[in-house]
């Protein structure tokens, strides 16, 4: 046998001695997270003036005081409800302040619908609410 061939009948021996059976060791399933909140850090909430009734507030106390959101999107624990009035976009995100806690809302965006430019959030509220 040449040296040529007996380097290939080496490599198919080895080749052949991977498919033959052995286990691979699995690694044990990671364990779920825990149920409820995984904050890590609880949210800086935004000072109210101007924002009353709104910061702090939870998403069922938001839609009975704005209507149905046009989004809601929810994002592990936090929450974004988008409402909007004629001319303006009211986004509330919505945060636990401590685990396992109903989110609240913490911050409120306010743009344009058309354009996209920032707007008085007071102003926006007063919008959305006369809708």
């Known amino acids: 046998m040449t040296s040529r061939s007996a380097t290939m009948l080496a490599a198919l021996a080895l080749m052949l001695a991977g498919c033959a059976g052995g286990t691979?060791?699995?690694?044990?399933?990671?364990?779920?997270p825990p149920r409820g909140?995984?904050?890590?850090v609880?949210?800086?909430?935004?000072?109210?003036?101007?924002?009353?009734g709104?910061?702090?507030q939870d998403a069922g106390t938001l839609a009975r005081r704005f209507g149905t959101p046009r989004l809601d999107?929810?994002?592990?624990?936090a929450r974004k409800l988008q409402f909007s009035g004629r001319d303006c976009v009211l986004d509330i995100y919505l945060y636990p302040l401590r685990p396992g806690a109903d989110p609240v809302a913490a911050h409120v965006e306010a743009r344009q619908r058309q354009g996209g430019a920032a707007v008085?959030?007071?102003?926006?509220i007063r919008e959305v609410e006369r809708r």
């Open 120 to 124: 008085d959030r007071g102003a926006c």
């Open 37 to 40: 909140s995984s904050i890590a």
């Open 24 to 32: 691979v060791p699995s690694r044990p399933a990671p364990a779920s």
């Open 42 to 52: 609880v949210p800086e909430m935004m000072a109210p003036q101007g924002l009353e």
């Open 73 to 77: 999107v929810a994002e592990g624990d």
């Open 54 to 56: 709104v910061i702090g």
